[in-house]
Each structure stands twice: as structure tokens, then as C-alpha cells.
């Protein structure tokens, strides 16, 4: 099989296609996640949000609701038992994968598998994957609390992401993993970043000069923003950002045969055919005797 053929059947062979449906749910979901995270920097004094302290429990309690109505559009939409067999098992290696860094300067070796497998497997099963894996690594960690449905919204998008960039079904070699790598440096410091809002206004009651301050001009918020991700989390991204561009160059040639050997082999979309039984003593494909052949 020429490289071409096999980047075409890769092309065909994902295991979830997003249908119209999908697309609006995940738009949908996508507009109030960045509501959620991004209230703190377009409220001002006028606003209701400038005075809802309950905002970031709203959307704690939103979130999940919508995270799992994508995940049953998607699963709708036609994954079947090899695809959630396929997602179970990444799901579990990627939640075992991340407390190995717990504690570890932002040491966090799942980041890696979720940009390789969003890139095989697409953007509508990357942000299945993400969910789910960040899900049940809360569950294994004890890590579950307010800021969990922000954590798997966050890997969601992250992993849907790797599945958009361009050249799935052409790109491979060192370029491919030149992009991988470029784009989990950038993704991981933007996971951090975007996670750092739903904390950020939770310490609005220091009066630091860090700390959200409710009403204050979106520019003097802003600073204060930047400054609090300084001082608090820029290490951890970094340590995120190094690992995974790590992982990516080495291992990633490896992973990514894998994955692409495994989604060949699955053939997600492959239909069963059923011909006409044969008669008992006949030989599968022989004419029986006294019959024309049929038109070539």
C-alpha cells in the first residue's frame, strides 16, 4: 500500500464523524465554556456578573450538563463498540498517566497522548477523549471538586484541537511531528492559562495587587490577570510545555504508527454485507452445475 493509499483509508477510517448536529452542539458548548471562563474579564461595575459571587458555581454546575450532551450527540452520531473500546482504553492509559507528574513542577505525561491521539483520531473523538480521560483521572486522584467540569471542557478543546490541524491524511515524518510538538507547547500554556481564570476569582478577597478585582475596567483586571499567572502557574506551564514537546519528538514516531496500525485494523467504517446462504455441499463461489454463468 503507497503512502498515499494508506493517508486516504486513515482520511476514511476515523472512528466518530461529526454530522451537522454535533457541530452545534460543540459550538454551542464552546460559546458558554468561554463565557464560563472568561466572565471575570468582561464584567464591570454595571454588569450583574461584577456582583455574582455564585457565578463560578453556576457554571460548575453547568458545564457538566453540557459536556455531557455532546458526549451522547457524538456517541449518536455513530460511535460503535470498537470506537468506545478504542476510547475506553486511551481513556484509562491517559488518566494512569497523569498522576505520575502530580506535584512534579507540572510534570504531566498525558498532555502528549491526548495531542497524538487527537491528531489520529480526529477532533470529534479528541474531545470525547479529553472528558473522559480528565474525568476518571479525577476520580483516580480524589481530584474531584468545582474546578473539575473546567478541567474536562479544557482537555476537551486541547485534544479537539490536535484532530483540526491541517494535513491528517498527508502530513507525516519529521514535519508532522514538528507541528505536534509546536502545538502542545502552545496548548499546554493555554490550558493553563484558561484554567488559571476559574481560580483567578477566587481569591478576589486578598485585595493583592493579583487578585480580581470585581468592576474594575477590563485593562487594570487584565494586568492583574497576566501578573497572577506570572507568580503562580508560569513554572508549571513551562514544566507541562518542555515534557510534552519531549514526549512528542521521542516517542511520538512510535505512538503514531501505533495508533494508525490500530484505527486501520478496527476499520471503523466498514459495514457488515450479507449475501444469500450457500447450499449445503456447495462450494462458495462455484456455479452450480447447469447454469450459465453470469454477465462478467
Not at 452545534?24 to 450583574?48: E, I, M, Q, R, Y
Not at 509546536?182 to 499546554?188: S, T
Not at 519528538?249 to 466498514?270: N, Q
Amino acid at each position: 500500500m503507497s503512502e498515499k493509499e494508506a493517508g486516504v483509508r486513515q482520511r476514511v477510517a476515523r472512528p466518530v464523524r461529526l454530522g451537522p448536529k454535533s457541530v452545534a452542539v460543540l459550538l454551542l458548548t464552546g460559546a458558554v465554556g468561554v463565557v464560563a471562563f472568561g466572565w471575570p474579564l468582561l464584567a464591570d461595575a454595571g454588569s450583574g456578573l461584577a456582583h455574582a459571587q455564585d457565578a463560578p458555581w453556576l457554571f460548575a454546575a453547568l458545564l457538566p450538563l453540557l459536556v455531557a450532551v455532546v458526549v451522547a450527540t457524538i456517541s449518536e452520531s455513530g460511535m460503535d463498540a470498537k470506537a468506545v473500546a478504542m476510547l475506553g482504553v486511551l481513556a484509562a492509559v491517559g488518566a494512569a498517566l497523569r498522576p505520575l507528574g502530580a506535584g512534579t513542577a507540572g510534570l504531566e505525561p498525558m498532555f502528549f497522548l491526548m495531542v497524538l491521539s487527537g491528531r489520529v483520531l480526529g477532533p470529534g473523538f479528541g474531545f470525547v477523549l479529553g472528558s473522559v480521560t480528565m474525568f476518571a483521572s479525577a476520580l483516580l486522584t480524589g481530584g474531584v471538586g468545582p474546578w473539575m467540569p473546567f478541567q474536562m471542557l479544557s482537555m476537551g478543546w486541547f485534544t479537539m484541537g490536535a484532530g483540526l490541524l491541517p494535513g491528517a491524511d498527508r502530513l507525516r515524518g519529521r514535519a508532522e511531528l514538528a507541528m505536534l510538538a509546536v502545538y502542545g507547547c502552545v496548548a499546554a500554556f493555554a490550558y493553563g492559562t484558561v484554567m488559571n481564570l476559574q481560580g483567578w476569582v477566587l481569591i478576589n478577597g486578598l485585595h493583592s495587587g493579583i487578585s480580581f478585582d470585581e468592576g474594575a475596567p477590563l485593562h487594570e483586571n487584565l494586568v492583574r490577570f497576566l501578573a497572577y499567572c506570572a507568580a503562580t502557574s508560569l513554572g508549571w506551564d513551562l514544566g507541562r510545555a518542555v515534557l510534552t514537546v519531549v514526549l512528542t519528538l521521542t516517542l511520538g514516531p512510535t505512538l503514531l504508527k501505533a495508533l494508525r496500525r490500530a484505527t486501520r485494523r478496527a476499520a471503523f467504517d466498514a459495514r457488515a454485507v450479507f449475501g444469500e446462504p450457500e447450499e449445503p455441499g456447495e462450494q462458495p463461489g462455484r456455479q452450480p452445475e447447469g447454469t450459465a454463468p453470469g454477465p462478467p
